[in-house]
């Protein structure tokens, strides 16, 4: 039987972005798989009653493994009865070797485990195993189909340090108790955590960090597939807490709703939501921590229905610390008093983008949906999708903001404080619940080529600047809510160029003539607004409008074609060839080619 995760990590690879020695770790240990039985020169361990059973718990087991010394061992534990830990099992690996603890078997003499069957391992009022290794070679830790489930008066299930790879593969590890690390706890550079094979980190309880898993000094956490879910911690970092680590998601999808069984990603965690405490619900990063979420075209790598009273899926601190979601999904979170999705702080660094060619393929490019905040004594609880706040810096390209919600202003996303700032390029802003953008405090935001309609701003405007310092300039972009600006407060100022736009209310001063254009409605510029799509019309305003001078795009558009491309059936706007917002428009693609719909296509010769 080889390892599981074998296969998942040689297409790992090109994925990973700082992941350090844990990366490493795991690509080495490749060859390290059994198949149908123990590596060469390891022993078999069979645990349970019945023929060819010869230690009855797995504690037996791997006190055996220790005195068999540094050859691998394979422990083979049937799925019946139940095992019991009744005591810690600490395993000193750089004695005993690499150890593996496999369940699901049927027999004690089957070769094989039962697919996706899990041995129950109860933990009646213990911690379940302490695993270090103080030797220069990285051993390795596998639970693999076991459901390792404390009781509660149990402690914390696996408390690792050393050189170790901890592989939890289709396994569930649930109910752990603990200060810093309810399930898990991993400390120093060289511990890495590869979850695989569906297995779950769940319900595990911290009374101050890392509910469900605690990382510090430098150790790397790999969700690949599988989940991290429905637990708990006082402090900070409901699902995961990473001091100086990094991690690295790929998981998503499956249902939706909390409890979190069926789902896949950082799900359904939380940190002292109402404590007024509470922050990073599914992930807090500080002091350098890396965290990607990294999806693909059929797979959003997710993270949601978390909750915190900051930073409800995610809290990033710290000038060093790094956050990335590429073709990412930050869904349902909740930020009881501000950062509903995100909240950046402290010189934090936020990165989401797209790689996926086309965001209105199935699986489209990176979402922020459906977070919020709740109103707060003595303030408004802003960025219900994400706030960033002391001196931290947000880049954000090709992504769909729908329906977040806020109970004052920055329903979408507020940039707090002087050298707070927000880029957004090729985004969308669609039907959210509130004033989308704010800026205030001394933060700054630039918007270029966003497409912003149907968002609730009543007589308020798409967005908000209030106190000195403060700016929002807004370039190349289709602005079709009721009003784009509100008026700026407190000395906080706006720019603007290249906008089509329902109304001049509160405008800057146009920089040239014509840089402004006024529409009556979104069906005069966009071909199907109701559709939430960018896409222009034929015949929109916003084709061939603008030029670079003022604002460079980096991206292409939202559907992967590239800006400034000239239209050469619609006469020039007044500055050059550059569509305004999302969308570049291309005859080429009229009539929805992209996604299969070539019912406005003049005629058709079989390949659509």
């Not at 593996?100 to 009646?124: K, M, N, W």
């Not at 009781?151 to 050189?163: I, M």
């Not at 940039?415 to 989308?436: C, H, K, M, Q, R």
């Not at 030029?547 to 491309?565: I, L, M, N």
Request: hydrophobic share 40%.
């Amino acid at each position: 039987m080889a390892w599981k995760g074998e296969g998942r990590v040689a297409a790992m690879g090109d994925r990973m972005r700082r992941a350090g020695s844990g990366w490493a770790a795991v690509a080495g240990l490749v060859g390290l798989g059994w198949v149908a039985g123990a590596p060469a020169g390891a022993a078999e361990l069979r645990v349970g009653t019945g023929t060819g059973c010869v230690y009855a718990t797995i504690a037996d087991a791997v006190a055996q493994a220790v005195a068999n010394g540094t050859a691998s061992d394979l422990i083979m534990v049937r799925t019946n009865p139940t095992q019991t830990i009744a005591a810690p099992i600490t395993i000193d690996l750089n004695v005993a070797g690499s150890v593996e603890i496999v369940g699901g078997f049927g027999t004690c003499t089957d070769p094989l485990p039962i697919a996706h069957q899990r041995t129950t391992v109860s933990l009646p009022s213990s911690s379940a195993f302490i695993i270090h290794n103080a030797g220069a070679s990285t051993r390795t830790f596998t639970l693999q189909q076991v459901a390792l489930i404390a009781s509660a008066g149990s402690g914390r299930l696996v408390d690792v340090s050393g050189r170790v790879l901890v592989n939890v593969d289709d396994a569930l590890l649930s109910g752990g108790k603990g200060t810093d690390g309810g399930n898990i706890r991993m400390a120093g550079p060289n511990v890495t955590l590869f979850i695989t094979g569906g297995a779950k980190i769940y319900s595990g309880d911290a009374t101050g960090n890392g509910g469900g898993v605690h990382c510090s000094g430098g150790g790397t956490v790999l969700l690949d597939d599988g989940s991290i879910t429905d637990n708990d911690a006082d402090v900070a970092g409901g699902g995961v807490y990473l001091d100086d680590c990094s991690m690295n998601v790929f998981a998503g999808g499956g249902s939706v709703g909390c409890p979190g069984g069926l789902n896949l990603g950082i799900v359904c965690n939380q940190a002292g939501p109402g404590t007024l405490i509470g922050s990073g619900g599914g992930v807090y990063a500080t002091n350098g921590a890396v965290v990607n979420f990294f999806g693909s075209a059929t797979e959003r790598a997710a993270l949601t229905l978390n909750r915190a009273d900051y930073g409800g899926g995610l809290f990033a601190t710290g000038a060093a610390t790094d956050i990335e979601f590429r073709d990412a999904d930050i869904l349902e979170n909740l930020g009881l008093r501000g950062g509903g999705g995100v909240f950046v702080d402290n010189g934090a660094q936020l990165l989401i983008r797209s790689t996926i060619a086309n965001c209105e393929s199935p699986g489209g490019c990176s979402r922020v949906m459906n977070n919020g905040t709740a109103a707060a004594t003595g303030g408004s609880s802003p960025g219900g999708g994400i706030h960033v706040t002391g001196g931290g810096d947000a880049k954000i390209r090709r992504t769909t903001f729908f329906a977040n919600y806020s109970p004052g202003s920055g329903s979408a996303v507020a940039v707090e404080g002087a050298g707070s700032t927000v880029l957004f390029e090729g985004d969308l802003f669609y039907a959210n619940l509130g004033y989308p953008v704010l800026a205030f405090g001394g933060g700054n935001v630039t918007a270029a080529f966003v497409t912003a309609w149907a968002n609730n701003v009543g007589s308020s405007g798409t967005f908000i600047a209030h106190d000195a310092g403060s700016n929002i300039a807004v370039f190349s972009s289709v602005m079709l809510d009721d009003a784009t600006f509100s008026p700026p407060t407190g000395g906080a100022t706006l720019f603007g160029d290249c906008i089509v736009t329902r109304s001049l209310a509160n405008f800057p001063v146009p920089p040239d003539p014509g840089s402004f254009e006024v529409v009556a409605s979104a069906e005069a510029v966009l071909a199907a607004p109701t559709s939430g799509s960018p896409r222009l019309r034929p015949d929109s305003p916003a084709i061939d409008y603008c030029d670079t001078f003022r604002y460079t795009p980096v991206d292409t558009d939202f559907h992967g074609e590239a800006r400034g491309s000239d239209a050469t059936a619609v006469p020039n706007g007044p500055f050059g060839t550059y569509d305004l917002g999302a969308d570049e428009w291309n005859s080429v693609f009229v009539g929805n080619f992209e996604i299969g719909n070539c019912s406005l296509w003049s005629s058709d010769t079989g390949g659509c």
